[in-house]
């Protein structure tokens, strides 16, 4: 009878036995994940790359865009991830420490939900279609913008105007109208300008690609200048909102 009950107490007591057993194992386990992130040891992975390397997104602290490193601590924003609408806010450094300097070409192309953007003082260049097609409303481009790749700001139907910093050294604007710094091109004129005409000024000699494209309201062009200088001028393709109109002139070449 004696032995039953020693048998009996040792399997009743088994179970708790192995349960203080695993309790004191997980809790070794998590001191020493604890003690190796600190050290560094037990850091999540980073991903890696240089010039042309195509990175995968990052969280920021708003929303998660997508990055893309370009060497030398240094990123553009390559597209919205899970950016959903409304105000676009790109923050002068990516999730992984890097800077801001560009936005890649075609990073926001066909973005409808998009409204407004707030570009970073980092930012250096806009890459080609960079906001094409989307809802952008408004945008003002920072002091450093040197570089706006083509129709980078090309048939939003909702854009009014671009306004540019005024110790922009490459690009200017005239009552929203984006010019080259010289005003001797005009880059691009917000398509959804609800004026129903506008005058080109007699200096400008290059109107860019799609600069003129979907302005629905545009019913007149006026030019500063004589017949025979707008002949000269180098106007880009796609630019039928301007060119499917007649052009009057302020001056005569007789």
């Given at each position: 009878m004696e032995k039953l009950n020693v ?248």
């Open positions: 048998k009996k107490l040792i399997l009743v007591s088994m179970p708790i036995v192995f349960a203080v057993a695993l309790a004191i194992i997980l809790a070794a386990c998590m001191a020493q994940a604890e003690r190796s992130t600190e050290d560094g040891l037990f850091d999540p992975p980073k991903t890696q790359g240089g010039v042309g390397d195509t990175l995968s997104p990052t969280v920021s602290s708003t929303y998660m865009l997508e990055y893309r490193r370009v060497g030398d601590g240094k990123c553009e924003v390559s597209g919205p991830g899970s950016f959903k609408g409304g105000n676009l806010v790109i923050p002068a450094k990516s999730p992984d420490g890097d800077t801001v300097v560009g936005i890649g070409d075609s990073a926001f192309l066909g973005v409808a939900s998009l409204k407004s953007a707030e570009l970073p003082t980092s930012i250096g260049y806009i890459g080609a279609y960079a906001f094409y097609g989307s809802s952008l409303e408004a945008v003002e481009l920072p002091d450093g913008v040197d570089e706006i790749g083509e129709c980078a700001f090309s048939n939003c139907r909702a854009l009014t105007r671009i306004d540019v910093g005024s110790g922009n050294a490459s690009y200017t604007d005239m009552d929203g109208v984006l010019y080259s710094r010289d005003k001797s091109e005009i880059v691009c004129y917000p398509s959804g300008r609800a004026n129903s005409s506008f005058t080109v000024r007699a200096g400008v000699t290059v109107i860019h690609k799609m600069a003129f494209y979907g302005c629905a309201a545009l019913r007149s062009v006026n030019y500063n200048g004589t017949e025979e200088a707008w002949s000269k001028v180098k106007i880009g393709t796609n630019n039928d909102s301007l060119t499917s109109l007649t052009v009057k002139f302020s001056n005569s070449d007789k």
